[in-house]
């Protein structure tokens, strides 16, 4: 998808120094910026950690804004919806390196799926495997099918049901069971929880050989490992997570073609979002500052009510003069400790609490860091009706290109024929 560039811009390389006056003034705010750089740096690192031989994968449902940029190193993407597979058809995604997943796949999403040339879908039931059987038996075709592992959880298929199914492997016409799909969930902070579940894995490839003599070719993992949102610390730790889970992944793909799937881990940290100080107060000796932007756009797993203060880089607006608050003498609260506001008529929308901010005045820009992944979609956008913002994409060169201008929801949020209501 192309967009139009900005002038003048060479955003990359005042992201890289940490000067992001440049680039971020060139946008409209509300806004995203997704950098490429940022996404095949984390690529990269994934890569070095895993070694060769296993596959990564993307999921995009973490932010699908980024397939435009995704580097060449990703050897498969991970689909959950109709939806997504017409935007991954949008981007002439190679079929062949698309994993067709989610818990609701109907016999006509298969088909469309198959039609544009899936070969690999998991599957998270009996009915699954019923509608992937039908349709690939339809159209002459054998395609290869990932049974999901459950975890105690409505995802996959219990441990029993996944060995009767391999049991009972060659009843399905059109399909070929190559493996096992396995993810039990996100945000994972402690290495040992992988640690643990590649031993099971191990386990289960030895009771399927021993009682089955079924040998995967194949399993899809998703690591579940954390992203750190409210530190400055955060690419270290996260780097750290990765090397103490990497030789466990590698143990295992001695066995078996392992393939690590991960949306959060990747897109995190590629995000950034843009918004104006519009409004600037102080009640009850509290500093607040509304933004042009808010709760409904900003999404940080584990942040409730603010308490928790994400990484904000704070840009002088051009015209703004001095801090729009009282200093502590005056009986307020330290003009350097704000608590930000979006521009939502509820006491919910506050997006960050205390936050250090000398001098901030209206018309100034605050840039919150790691909002690649979810923030675009897990936000309640259409609340209040107000616009979704616009989406940029970072090049590598340091380009800056408009993905998708801002879009008015009030269309969304009323009848498509008025004239009856009139």
Not at 249 to 260: F, G, M, P
């Amino acid at each position: 998808m192309q967009g139009s560039k900005a002038a003048g811009i060479s955003a990359h390389e005042a992201v890289r120094c940490g000067d992001l006056n440049e680039a971020f003034r060139a946008v409209k705010s509300p806004a995203y910026i997704f950098s490429e750089q940022d996404f095949i740096d984390r690529m990269q690192l994934v890569r070095e950690a895993f070694g060769e031989t296993i596959d990564i994968c993307y999921s995009i449902k973490a932010n699908p804004f980024l397939l435009s940029v995704l580097p060449d190193g990703f050897t498969n993407i991970e689909v959950c919806s109709p939806g997504e597979l017409e935007i991954c058809k949008a981007f002439r995604i190679d079929p062949s390196r698309i994993i067709f997943s989610g818990v609701n796949k109907s016999a006509k999403e298969v088909g469309r799926a198959l039609d544009y040339g899936v070969t690999l879908l998991t599957a998270e039931s009996y009915s699954h495997l019923d509608s992937i059987s039908s349709e690939a038996s339809k159209r002459g075709i054998t395609v290869d099918v990932l049974v999901r592992l459950s975890c105690e959880s409505q995802f996959g298929m219990d441990k029993s049901d996944v060995f009767k199914v391999i049991a009972q492997r060659d009843s399905y016409p059109g399909i070929r069971i190559t493996g096992i799909h396995y993810f039990t969930g996100t945000q994972k902070t402690r290495p040992k929880e992988i640690i643990k579940e590649m031993t099971r894995l191990g386990k289960i490839l030895d009771r399927l050989e021993e009682e089955l003599g079924y040998v995967p070719e194949r399993i899809e993992y998703g690591t579940g490992l954390a992203v750190d949102y409210f530190t400055d610390e955060a690419d270290q730790k996260e780097s750290a997570r990765l090397s103490d889970v990497a030789e466990s992944i590698r143990e295992l793909s001695a066995r078996v073609h392992v393939t690590v799937e991960m949306g959060r881990f990747f897109a995190a940290p590629c995000g950034y979002y843009v918004t104006k100080v519009v409004d600037a107060k102080t009640n009850d000796g509290i500093n607040y500052a509304i933004v042009d932007g808010g709760l409904h756009q900003l999404k940080y797993d584990g942040q409730i009510q603010g308490m928790q203060i994400p990484v904000i880089t704070h840009i002088k607006g051009e015209n703004a003069a001095g801090s729009a608050a009282p200093k502590e003498a005056d009986g307020g609260q330290p003009d350097d400790k704000w608590t930000l506001c979006g521009s939502l008529c509820t006491t919910a929308d506050v997006i960050a609490r205390g936050a250090s901010l000398p001098g901030l005045s209206i018309g100034d820009s605050l840039v919150f860091h790691r909002t690649g992944a979810y923030s675009l979609y897990e936000g309640f956008s259409l609340f209040l009706s107000r616009d979704l913002p616009s989406i940029y994409v970072l090049d590598r060169a340091g380009g800056l290109h408009l993905m998708r201008s801002r879009i008015e929801t009030a269309q969304f949020n009323q009848p498509e024929d008025m004239t009856a209501w009139l």
